[in-house]
Structures are given as structure tokens and as C-alpha cells.
């Protein structure tokens, strides 16, 4: 086989097209406003199609609008490898979450063009309709459909706030293709993608080889005491649900702890009945969020909350309810896919970690349904989500060669 170890991408190229994408919804604070099905997307959609054309990709669009570029390869009987990600943003976004696997994705095929290099399987560079979930949600509705976790006329049914919904808004930019959204046989599928989180940049890697991404269990948990006045109620004998929460929160936190370090538990919102300053209240609703990248682990957890609510209400003298609000099972990666990560960096000599997301990606659902693992590169103070998302363009080229050196491997192992 040829020896591809000095092949490498271009990270200027790499940079400047980042740049010349972000200009298209570039907000003032240096971020970028590009949501889903707007004009904005469909501009920036024109963008990525015309420069894959350029680069003699053949261009699908399927029902749920997701982009494949497809470069060919030597053998069409192989299923391609793919890579991708998204090109739409937050509303408050930035310049790299999503749009950088999908152009380090162009910038592997744009690479291969110019050094003449063809592959035994086809390469395709995907782009996933709503990702982000700002517009419409759910998030990660393109890959969702594509890999038959939602059906399309759920996902064609899904409005704005302004009552717009998904399948008008995907006819009018012109993006409502014709190829069905589902999935067909990938040879291997990667994404590469920013941290967003502080990890890698604290410990000074360059790569992140991921393994899996975390499972999800999401509940509101009720507590129902008595309501009474604040000053003529002696502090015994009340039963003041936030009596009880704040021991099952204490026991929570340690049940993280007792995880660590990938456990988390999150508390993002709380409801206070009736919510007067002066009256005890009759009841609490708490958001929780509890997380593992191992779901034995993470089911443990689920039944020590439960456990853990059900004494202490008991013992509090509360009423409780754990009503379970959505699942998103662990995700462990391909094996052969994380290995051809693995050999790549190692090949590379970048410094590295093996780590596990902590949020979703599309990645979570095509893994699903076709040999699947990612590479994560270090963002500046962990920060995503925030137009000063930031990343170093040399971090962003190394990602980029990861990704090149992976596919290439899967992509001529059949010979
Ligand atoms: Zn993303």
C-alpha cells in the first residue's frame, strides 16, 4: 500500500474557509448567528455545496435537507466512509462548534485532490439539518430522522416560536431534497469537533480520542409538604419539602463524587409552590440531570436517586414523585473506529487523552447505525455555545490531519 505518513492538510486553507463561512451570520461580538432553515443557512449551505462541487464532489440532499458530498472511490461496491457535522449555530454561536468537522471534513477531500490520491471506499462529507435544536427542537433532528430514531413527518411538524414549521421552512431555502433520509451502509463514520469543554486545554493535549459519549437520564422530582406561616410555625414539626431537598441535593452531590470523575449531577431549575417569601411551601419541582459514560453505572445511579429521594422524603415527613422526562442511553464507540483514531495520533505524535463527550452530537445517533467514534480538539477556556468560542488554528489542523489519517485507513482497509 502507499505510504501516506507525510500527507497532510492544509491548515491555512483549513482556516480561511472557517473564516469566510463565519462571516455569514458573523454577529458583533466576533460569533455567529446562523439557526437552522433561515436565510443565513441556506447561504452558508450554498457556500459548503459550491466548494464541494469545486472540489468534484457529486452533491445529495435528502428529505431532512442533510448535505452528502461524496467523493469516489476506486471500488463503488464499498459503503463510504463518512464524516460531518453541522453548519447551523446557536443564536448566540460561534465561529467553530459543528461548521469545523464539516470543512475539516472538505478540507480531507480538497487534501487528497491535490497530492491525486484515490481511495478503495467512497469518502462523503455530511452536513446534519438542525443539530443545535436553537430553532427547532428536538436537537439533532437531521441525523435523528436519517438514522430512524424519528420519523419524518415529526420532524417536517417541528415549529419556531413564530409558528414556522421545519418541513415549510426546509421547501423555501430550497433545501428538501429528493434521496431518502435513512441511513444506508457507511464503511466507518468520524466527526470531529471542539471540546467545549475545559479538559484538554487543562491538561495541555492537542486530541481528544473519544470512546463514547455520556448517557443521559433526565426527571423532575416533586416534593409535597404543608404550606404554613414563616413566623408563627416553630421549625419543628414543619414539612417544609426544602427540608428534604436539601439533604437529597447533598446526597446527590456525594453520589457524583462517589462517580468521579465522569458522574455529573445538575440541578438547572426549580419550581417553588405557591412561591410567597412568607409561607413555607407546599411543593418543589426540581430539574435533575444526572450523567455517565458507563450506562451500568448510570442505572446505578438512577436507582440510588431513587432510593435516596424515597428515604428522605420519608424521613422528612414529604410526599415525593419521580416522574422520568427523557433518556439518552451511553454511547460507546466502534472499536475499529477508535482504533484507527488511536493509530493516527499515535502516527501523528500529537499528545492526546481518551475521554468520553459530555454532550450529545450527531455522532450519538448515526453511531447507531454504522461504525462510528470521534476526535475532539481544545477550545480556549472550554467556552461554547458563546460567540467568543475560540479554538487555535494549530489545534484545528491537527484535528483535521487526525481525521485525514483515520479515514484513509478505513477507507483502504478492505484491500
Ligand atoms: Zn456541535
Keep these: 500500500m502507499t505510504d501516506f505518513s507525510q500527507l497532510r492538510i492544509d491548515g491555512q486553507r483549513l482556516w480561511d474557509s472557517l473564516m469566510e463561512m463565519a462571516q455569514i451570520g458573523a454577529t458583533e461580538k466576533g460569533g455567529c448567528n446562523r439557526q437552522a432553515l433561515t436565510d443565513l443557512d441556506k447561504q452558508g449551505r450554498d457556500l459548503f455545496v459550491h466548494w464541494c462541487k469545486d472540489a468534484g464532489c457529486d452533491v445529495t440532499i435528502d428529505k431532512m435537507g442533510n448535505i452528502f458530498a461524496r467523493r469516489q472511490g476506486n471500488n463503488p461496491h464499498l459503503p463510504p466512509v463518512l464524516t460531518g457535522s453541522h453548519l447551523d449555530t446557536q443564536p448566540t454561536g460561534g465561529r467553530f462548534d459543528g461548521v469545523y468537522g464539516v470543512l475539516a471534513g472538505l478540507e480531507v477531500v480538497r487534501t487528497l485532490n491535490d497530492a491525486g490520491i484515490e481511495t478503495e471506499a467512497p469518502l462523503e462529507v455530511a452536513v446534519w439539518t438542525n443539530e443545535?435544536?436553537?430553532?427547532?427542537?428536538?436537537?439533532?433532528?437531521?441525523?435523528?430522522?436519517?438514522?430512524?430514531?424519528?420519523?419524518?413527518?415529526?420532524?417536517?411538524?417541528?415549529?419556531?416560536?413564530?409558528?414556522?414549521?421545519?418541513?415549510?421552512?426546509?421547501?423555501?431555502?430550497g433545501y428538501k431534497g429528493k434521496a431518502p433520509a435513512q441511513a444506508r451502509p457507511l464503511s466507518a463514520a468520524f466527526e470531529v469537533h471542539i471540546e467545549q469543554g475545559p479538559i484538554l486545554e487543562a491538561e495541555q493535549k492537542q486530541i481528544g480520542v473519544l470512546t463514547g459519549v455520556q448517557g443521559m437520564h433526565w426527571y423532575d422530582l416533586t416534593l409535597i409538604g404543608q404550606p404554613c406561616h414563616a413566623g408563627p410555625s416553630p421549625m419543628e414539626g414543619r414539612r417544609d419539602p426544602f427540608m428534604g431537598l436539601h439533604r437529597i441535593l447533598d446526597a446527590l452531590y456525594k453520589l457524583a463524587a462517589e462517580h468521579a470523575p465522569w458522574a455529573r449531577a445538575t440541578f438547572g431549575d426549580i419550581r417553588v409552590e405557591p412561591g410567597s417569601r412568607n409561607t413555607v411551601p407546599e411543593k418543589l419541582v426540581l430539574a435533575v440531570d444526572l450523567r455517565h459514560p458507563d450506562q451500568n453505572i448510570l442505572n446505578t445511579m438512577d436507582q440510588r436517586?431513587?432510593?435516596?429521594?424515597?428515604?428522605?422524603?420519608?424521613?422528612?415527613?414529604?410526599?415525593?414523585?419521580?416522574?422520568?422526562?427523557?433518556?439518552?442511553?451511553?454511547?460507546?464507540?466502534?472499536?475499529?473506529?477508535?482504533?484507527?483514531?488511536?493509530?493516527?495520533?499515535?502516527?501523528?505524535?500529537?499528545?492526546?487523552?481518551?475521554?468520553?463527550?459530555?454532550?450529545?452530537?450527531?455522532?450519538?445517533?448515526?453511531?447507531?447505525?454504522?461504525?462510528?467514534?470521534?476526535?475532539?480538539?481544545?477550545?480556549?477556556?472550554?467556552?461554547?455555545?458563546?460567540?467568543?468560542?475560540?479554538?487555535?488554528?494549530?489545534?484545528?489542523?491537527?484535528?483535521?490531519?487526525?481525521?485525514?489519517?483515520?479515514?484513509?485507513?478505513?477507507?483502504?482497509?478492505a484491500v
Excluded at 430512524?148 to 421547501?171: I, Q, V
Excluded at 460507546?332 to 505524535?349: M, T
Excluded at 488554528?393 to 483502504?412: F, I, Q, R, S, T
Aim: negative net charge.
Design 132 to 173: 443545535e435544536g436553537a430553532r427547532f427542537s428536538p436537537a439533532m433532528i437531521g441525523s435523528g430522522v436519517w438514522s430512524g430514531n424519528f420519523d419524518l413527518d415529526y420532524a417536517y411538524a417541528r415549529a419556531d416560536k413564530e409558528g414556522k414549521t421545519f418541513g415549510k421552512e426546509l421547501a423555501r431555502i
Design 305 to 413: 436517586f431513587r432510593e435516596i429521594a424515597a428515604r428522605i422524603a420519608d424521613e422528612t415527613g414529604l410526599e415525593h414523585q419521580i416522574r422520568d422526562e427523557w433518556r439518552s442511553p451511553a454511547v460507546k464507540f466502534d472499536e475499529k473506529c477508535v482504533e484507527a483514531v488511536r493509530s493516527a495520533v499515535a502516527e501523528l505524535g500529537y499528545s492526546n487523552k481518551e475521554m468520553v463527550s459530555g454532550a450529545g452530537h450527531d455522532s450519538v445517533y448515526i453511531s447507531r447505525v454504522a461504525p462510528t467514534s470521534m476526535i475532539f480538539v481544545p477550545c480556549e477556556k472550554g467556552l461554547s455555545h458563546n460567540e467568543a468560542e475560540y479554538a487555535e488554528p494549530e489545534d484545528l489542523e491537527a484535528g483535521a490531519n487526525v481525521l485525514l489519517h483515520a479515514m484513509l485507513k478505513m477507507a483502504n482497509s
